[in-house]
T-cell receptor
Framework: DAGVIQSPRHEVTEMGQEVTLRCKPISGHDYLFWYRQTMMRGLELLIYFNNNVPIDDSGMPEDRFSAKMPNASFSTLKIQPSEPRDSAVYFC?????????????FGPGTRLTVL | KNEVEQSPQNLTAQEGEFITINCSYSVGISALHWLQQHPGGGIVSLFMLSSGKKKHGRLIATINIQEKHSSLHITASHPRDSAVYICAVGGLTTDKLIFGTGTRLQVFP
């Protein structure tokens, strides 16, 4: 398996623009997680899905952030409108079973810079 | 106070030294994870454990559930071990992981 695939790897955009990050989990994995990593706050969970259904989105910073998982092999994280404080590395991870009792496999991350 | 605390925050070592990174947590957990993040940014899961000890190559992870403490040991450290090591715990009633802030390790030749 190719592992968790994320695109783009790098994104530079201007404040106010819409940003869409994409993730393809490992085939057969039931759980998908979106994380954000910054120097100040480290890794933070934004939202996670189980069988394509959002289970907990309490980590989503505000209404500008939205995530979807239309099918088992694809998820998006959208920021609209983007702001400079959204600059971070966004990781997608998937696991076969529940996150806390199974290994999570991380994608390479998308480094987002909002100017 | 953070629910997951790691120490030290930064660690430097000479090649060959024995290294210990500590993780303490304040919540009930179902499992504890050790992750490795290399300078390039990729994150790799090293261990997941809920009791006792696990070993993989030169890496050893231990956990003491009663003391709510885990350690990650690296024997015969090597410059390629230079990375950020992150501890994360999974709660008893949630699928979410709670992360420590990481320990930055640099091993010099």
């Amino acid at each position: 398996d190719a592992g968790v695939i994320q695109s783009p790897r790098h994104e530079v955009t201007e404040m106010g623009q819409e940003v869409t990050l994409r993730c393809k989990p490992i085939s057969g994995h039931d759980y998908l997680f979106w994380y954000r990593q910054t120097m100040m706050r480290g890794l933070e969970l934004l939202i996670y899905f189980n069988n394509n259904v959002p289970i907990d989105d309490s980590g989503m910073p505000e209404d500008r952030f939205s995530a979807k998982m239309p099918n088992a092999s694809f998820s998006t994280l959208k920021i609209q409108p983007s702001e400079p404080r959204d600059s971070a590395v966004y990781f997608c991870a998937s696991s076969l079973l529940a996150g806390e009792t199974d290994t999570q496999y991380f994608g390479p991350g998308t480094r987002l810079t909002v100017l | 106070k953070n629910e997951v605390e790691q120490s030290p925050q930064n660690l430097t070592a000479q090649e060959g030294e024995f290294i210990t990174i500590n993780c303490s947590y304040s919540v009930g957990i179902s499992a504890l994870h050790w992750l490795q993040q290399h300078p390039g940014g990729g994150i790799v899961s090293l261990f997941m454990l809920s009791s006792g000890k696990k070993k993989h190559g030169r890496l050893i992870a231990t956990i003491n559930i009663q003391e709510k403490h885990s350690s990650l040991h690296i024997t015969a450290s090597h410059p390629r071990d230079s990375a950020v090591y992150i501890c994360a715990v999974g709660g008893l009633t949630t699928d979410k992981l709670i992360f420590g802030t990481g320990t930055r390790l640099q091993v010099f030749p």
